[in-house]
């Protein structure tokens, strides 16, 4: 009987010191996985590396055996004594194995849930070793199966729909004020990790201008060449504010940097124009004074964080569904591979009649002496009807019941009715043979 053996470090597990030290990066992912199929327990295998986890996903007909090999693997690829790391590995097998990766690629195990970028790692990941030659029937068949599995959790959830952080909340409360965010411009005033995050995310929405303003203006321009934006001074944001649409502020200032004068006069100049302000900073850039003003849209990092709390209550909602999505998807999964038990006898049974039918038709067209060629195809049309017909009871109630209690049952009693264990041909045969002689 083969098993799906999972062995692994994620962000549940592991601190990013230890992750970091089994991760596998492009140039080496496929030697690895050679070195990995290589071990006498491994039949297929798969490896899964990104920044919150490293996965080995492998088919093997002993679990012990493989989980032992993975082990040895891992010390051995990454020359870390297996000490080190040994207490911060799962092992999970069969069904447990299987609802993980299903987990994993809809997003549901992921540390924010709903982001959409693992399903591309996981289809990357399973290329790679399909290209290398080191999956087969089961495991192709169980990543397509996540793949499936992970697009119906996508598109009838909704799961990933609602902003669970606050660079990309500030961006989808842009889209609630002003739609379409093609004809706007934005102002970005500091170039810090969420700052950036955030610019990222305006400019994947298609905003037509973007300005990075900060106290460094390396910095600013820094961060312009990448995202394709126009850098400036601090100072010269007051001078900027009448032509921008979208004002996003997260520097580290210890003082307010708009006040409530400053936009004022940008609105005058704007004639009253909407200007949507984002605050991502603590202390805060903007004096609170100014959501008062008419025709201004204000939000602060508490503000967000409702924003964010409330979406991800919509996400554990949606998550619920995405589990029920993925147990339907186990446990199809899972009747498939038990149907493979039974493959074997159904070949054997296939084998046996068909052995019975050329033996008949043999027999058969020696005693009916000279036919011709179209006579001896319409009885062997007619063999290969009965048998077909014969075998169709039998072979559909066998994948019916492989994953059933009574499926081994049911194989063996199979195996008894036919002898399946015989050399049927050889017997017959010779016991005929003897007969026709006398």
């Known amino acids: 009987m083969l098993h799906i053996v999972v062995l692994g470090i994620n962000y549940k597990t592991a601190p990013v010191e230890v992750r970091e030290r089994f991760s596998f990066s492009k140039s080496i992912l496929e030697s690895g996985l050679l070195a ?25 007909k002993d679990i012990d055996d493989c989980v032992k090999d993975m082990k040895e693997f891992l010390c051995e690829f990454h020359q870390v004594p297996l000490e080190a790391f040994s207490s911060y590995l799962h092992v999970l097998a069969d069904r447990k194995a299987i609802n993980h990766l299903f ?20 289809k990357e990941a399973y290329r790679v070793a399909s290209s290398s030659g080191t999956t087969g029937l089961i495991l192709n068949r169980l990543f397509h199966t996540a793949f499936f599995v992970a697009k119906k959790v996508r598109t009838r959830t909704g799961i990933g729909t609602q902003a669970v952080s ?12 002003f739609g379409d965010l093609s004809n706007r411009t934005v102002m970005l005033v500091g170039t810090g990790d969420m700052a950036e995050l955030a610019a990222r995310h305006l400019v994947k929405a298609g905003i037509r201008d973007l300005i990075i303003a ?22 010269e944001i007051y001078y900027h504010l009448k032509g921008v649409d979208i004002v996003i502020t997260a520097t580290g200032s210890p003082d307010f940097i708009i006040r409530p004068g400053h936009v004022s006069e940008a609105l005058k100049l704007r004639r009253n124009e909407p200007i949507f302000m984002i605050d991502i900073a603590v202390p805060r850039d903007i004096d609170p004074r100014i959501g008062e003003m008419e025709n201004v849209y204000l939000y602060d990092i508490d503000d967000l964080k409702g924003v964010i709390e409330e979406n991800l209550k919509i996400r554990r909602e949606h998550a619920q569904m995405a589990e029920e999505i993925i147990l339907r998807g186990e446990k199809y999964f899972q009747a498939w591979l038990e149907g493979l038990k039974v493959v074997p006898t159904i070949i054997s049974l296939r084998r046996r009649l068909e052995e019975i039918k050329t033996f008949e038709l043999e027999r058969a067209f020696r005693k009916l002496g000279n036919l011709s060629e179209r006579e001896k195809k319409v009885i062997e049309s007619m063999a290969s009807g009965i048998v077909g017909k014969i075998l169709y009871s039998p072979v559909t109630n066998l994948k019916k019941e492989a994953s059933s209690s009574l499926g081994a049952l049911y194989v063996d009693a199979v195996k008894r009715l036919f002898e399946l264990e015989h050399n049927f041909g050889t017997e017959e045969k010779n016991e005929t043979g003897s007969k026709d002689r006398k």
């Open 214 to 235: 900060s106290r460094t203006l390396d910095k600013a321009e820094s961060l312009s060449r990448k995202l394709n934006g126009k850098a400036i001074k601090i100072e």
């Open 103 to 122: 987990r994993v690629a809809s997003s549901l195990d992921s540390m924010v849930v709903g982001e959409p970028q693992i399903l591309g790692q996981v």
């Open 36 to 60: 990995l199929k290589s071990k006498k327990s491994v039949e297929e295998c798969c490896i899964l590396s990104t920044c919150n986890r490293t996965e080995i996903y492998a088919v093997s």
């Open 166 to 177: 606050i660079s990309y909340a500030a961006v989808e409360l842009s889209k609630r004020i």
